[in-house]
């Protein structure tokens, strides 16, 4: 996990030096983008196009290999007609460069990236109808399953063993627990922990195995005008967590975000689960594992969330986004409890139609 010495701190003069030495481009425009451990930048060079520079901190620059996967899962995902961004390559051809800096704790490597700029609005920003949480769980489903065709040699390096923001990686919260003492919350979480190591590691060997893109949230997902009243996906950004994980793993990450910003958080999942299996039926297992699947996620970015704010209180802001509304939902759905909370999202699924 990235730390508060690895985030790159870079100036507007230094990231028009990057783009005019790497990339032959000449700025004109230039603005600071929102991220949790990176560094973004939109650009609009005066040759033309738009563009988004992204900077990776140095603890997660290191390893290439898993960059270099993500660089080709997005073109691989661009190919088959999914909204992704590509890379521009450098002027040697390259789709990454690394590069060395001072940000105030040494000279570190960063990896940085220029990526296209797609256009559109989160859905973090707008009202999301049923119709619209239908689209966005057929297309998470569909994500994972075009990402299970890709072929690349260095592929099992996506297996990220003990990657902290994988499922599979809900007993590791346990060394992080301590930033919620005092927090009446921190019952709740140790409860789910325990949960999920009693309800669902024995059941994993029955999940379907793929790769997560494994941060489907709604800052990540952009919509536009679909007529005069209606929203179509047209981004899908940061494939900065892809992990080999679950089906149900992606699933479970887009009910939680999807919750975040909605007036009636419970009835989310009941959309996504019936545009999830326009996709990909789940299968017992997978459908009796996905309460306890949501709430680990909430429990997951709770406990980063706070960590991650010691590391950066200055950028507390942007880091409790998730966190803040998070609380409440965590809270309301332990409340309801499983038998409840599954009769609204399944029952909610089966009678969903498309208008």
């Known amino acids: 996990m990235a730390t508060k010495e690895s985030k790159p701190n870079l100036s507007h003069s230094q990231v028009m030096e990057i783009i005019k030495r790497v990339y032959g481009l000449t700025v004109s425009i ?14 609009a060079p005066s040759e033309g196009g738009e563009y988004v520079l992204k900077i990776m901190n140095s603890a997660d620059s290191h390893n290439i290999t898993v960059n270099e996967l993500q660089t080709h899962s997005m073109n691989f995902l661009h190919q088959r007609g999914l909204p992704v961004q590509t890379t521009l390559p450098t002027l040697t051809g390259q789709l990454m460069s690394i590069e060395e800096f001072d940000c105030g704790f040494g000279m570190q490597k960063y990896l940085v990236r220029l990526l296209t700029y797609l256009p559109g609005t989160t859905i973090a920003k707008i009202t999301c109808s049923p119709q619209i949480l239908y689209d966005v769980g057929k297309m998470a489903a569909t994500l994972d399953t075009v990402l299970l065709q890709m072929e690349h040699p260095n592929i099992t390096a996506l297996q990220r063993e003990n990657f902290i923001w994988n499922l599979t990686s809900i007993p590791l919260l346990n060394q992080y627990i301590h930033v919620m003492d005092g927090d009446p919350v921190q019952k ?39 007529g005069p009243s209606k929203y179509k996906i047209s981004g899908i950004l940061d494939f900065s967590d892809m992990s080999c994980g679950y089906f149900i793993f992606e699933l479970a990450i887009t009910i939680m975000y999807m919750m975040i910003e909605n007036p009636n958080p419970v009835n989310v999942g009941g959309p996504v689960v019936a545009g999830w299996e326009s996709v990909l039926p789940l299968s017992e297992a997978e459908g009796d594992s996905l309460y306890l699947l949501v709430l680990c996620r909430f429990c997951q970015s709770l406990v980063l969330a706070r960590h991650a704010v010691i590391q950066q209180p200055e950028n507390e802001e942007y880091l409790m986004t998730t966190a803040r509304t998070g609380v409440r939902h965590l809270c309301r759905l332990w409340e309801l409890g499983k038998e409840e909370v599954e009769k609204i999202w399944f029952q909610s699924a089966a009678q969903f139609s498309q208008p």
Request: glycine share 2%.
């Open 30 to 43: 230039i603005r600071p983008m929102p991220s949790y451990d990176d560094q973004n930048f939109y650009v």
């Open 188 to 226: 709740v979480v140790k409860a789910v922990i325990e949960q999920y190591q009693i309800q669902v590691m024995p059941k994993l060997p029955l999940f379907r195995k793929c790769i997560n893109h494994g941060d489907f949230n709604d800052h990540n997902l952009l919509v536009k005008p679909d």
